[in-house]
């Protein structure tokens, strides 16, 4: 009778190393924190303080001997990572040097934020909103500016998500963005809802 316990024991076992697969998560209270900290950057504002992100414990396990034994060769045969955080990162050379394109870009596209002509798009982009309220000499000027900065925000967007081994994670990393772009906008900016219109900060 003992052996027919083990043998199910084992059975069991077998069965849910099978079933177990391990997946990592989109870690997005550190990406927002870090998305403030280039955003801020970039804009010229306030640098927040790191969020950490709290641990999210599950509810303990009651074990009965078997259960006991089981969950310990369990635990020895599929590794911790399934509840390890990732280590989000956003420090790397090619990172760097988009967030110090950008910053520097701001300062001439700061007064066509405030004028209206541009604003931020739906997608983490930035867009020509309003190409009257932009002399006719610089509206090249301007076209220019928006493209450069888009491209370089298209690359920023996959490089962090590349940076963190993830290239999956852009489409998340670009959403947390575009929230983040809006919340950090002047006063006065112009932004795009989740459907496209536009509205103003």
Request: charged fraction near 25%.
């Amino acid at each position: 009778m003992k052996l027919i316990k083990v043998f199910g024991l084992m059975v069991t076992l077998l069965v849910l190393v099978a079933c177990v697969t391990i997946n990592i998560y989109f870690p997005a209270a550190q990406a927002e924190a870090a998305a403030e900290r280039i955003v801020d950057d970039i804009l010229g504002g306030q640098v927040p303080e790191d969020k950490v992100p709290g641990s999210d414990k599950g509810a303990g396990l009651q074990r009965g001997d078997h259960r006991q034994i089981a969950m310990g060769i369990l635990e020895f045969l599929i590794p911790a990572a399934n509840a390890a955080q990732p280590n989000f990162t956003v420090d790397t050379p090619q990172i760097r040097k988009l967030q110090a394109g950008m910053k520097a870009r701001n300062t001439r596209l700061a007064g066509y934020y405030s004028s209206g002509a541009i604003g931020f798009t739906r997608d983490a982009l930035v867009a020509v909103r309003d190409p009257a309220v932009v002399p006719l000499k610089d509206r090249n000027l301007v076209n220019k500016l928006v493209a450069d900065e888009n491209r370089d925000r298209n690359a920023l967007y996959k490089a962090i998500a590349a940076a963190n081994g993830h290239p999956e994670w852009e489409g998340d990393v670009r959403a947390t963005f575009a929230k983040t772009w809006v919340d950090k906008a002047g006063k006065g900016w112009w932004y795009q809802d989740p459907k496209g219109r536009w509205s103003r900060r």
